[in-house]
């Protein structure tokens, strides 16, 4: 018998803590799909899921950073047109000049209320939730 899973991905909503506003990161995909997503990628075997929230934070962007909290979990089915998904979101702190590395084409450093508006899969909803969460201490809805 095969079973079929979810794949476990994280993705990361990165604060620039020595920059006014503290802005966040976004990377520039540069495989399909292709436009404006948060940094993250699916969980190796073996790895937690923290360990591959810094990780893919490293590979992406070039930063180490601190995992402040794991902020909600995504788990439409139809939140990545690849394949089902699931999504742990940490929001995590980070200093110094991010790159773009790995299958990051180019990236970029937005204020909440300056993001783009070609966002992949879900991000749009992750990055709505975390403004509720950032400025009013709104946490998302477990059912919707």
């Not at 990361?12 to 990377?27: F, S, V």
């Not at 893919?56 to 995504?74: G, I, N």
Request: hydrophobic share 35%.
């Amino acid at each position: 018998m095969t079973y079929r899973n979810p794949v476990p991905t994280v993705d990361i909503i990165i604060e620039l803590i020595e920059q006014p506003n503290r802005p966040i990161i976004l990377i520039e995909r540069k495989n399909e799909p292709y436009g404006w997503a948060l940094p993250g990628g699916f969980v190796d075997y073996g790895e937690t899921i923290e360990i591959a929230a810094c990780r893919e934070a490293q590979e992406e962007v070039s930063l180490d950073v601190e995992l402040v909290e794991q902020f909600h979990v995504y788990s439409n089915p139809n939140r990545d047109p690849r394949q089902h998904t699931l999504s742990i979101v940490f929001i995590a702190k980070a200093k110094g000049k991010p790159q773009p590395a790995d299958d990051a084409k180019n990236l970029g450093i937005f204020d909440l209320w300056e993001l783009p508006e070609n966002l992949c899969f879900d991000h749009n909803q992750i990055l709505q939730d975390y403004k509720n969460y950032r400025y009013y201490r709104f946490r998302p809805q477990l059912f919707s």
